[in-house]
């Protein structure tokens, strides 16, 4: 489920992003240096705003995990990342999401990255998605 989802998103495919791991809600990922993703070509670091979508696709993840078998439209309603320090020249990303709290019509995702090797998170972030509840889905129709 998590490789077809970050397929069938475009901007999931450009950044690159591999699943490491997936739980039952959160899900680690890597999202690989690339050269077209470096914000500073004297700096040699990934973008911020790459790191911000990486996340936000984590999150958007770790809520079709929680609500898996069903599905459900999640959009954006706010996200707040902390930059904490430069992620390290040339290192891919790591960031995990965790859907911990589902309410009737919001899902909240707690984020953070690293930068390949370090201990230190780079980014923290939390996010709250609509849920759009898809009707029939996760059923199985009879042919």
Known sequence: MCERYVESVRHSHELG???????????RAVMPWQERLV???DTNMI????????????????NALRVFPTF????????????????????????????????????FVRLEAWAEGAE????????????????NAGTVVAP
């Open 47 to 62: 973008h911020g705003g790459a790191i911000f979508a990486f996340l936000d696709q984590l999150g958007g993840l770790a």
């Open 39 to 41: 914000g500073n070509p």
């Open 17 to 27: 992003i591999q699943i490491i791991e997936a739980r039952e809600q959160s899900v």
């Open 120 to 135: 230190e998170p780079i980014a923290t972030g939390m996010a709250t998605y609509m849920r759009m509840k898809v009707p």
């Open 72 to 107: 459900e439209i999640t959009p954006t309603i706010d996200f707040r990342i902390d930059h904490l320090r430069a992620p390290t020249p040339g290192a891919a990303i790591i960031g995990e999401a965790e859907c911990y709290r589902l309410s009737e019509h919001v899902a």
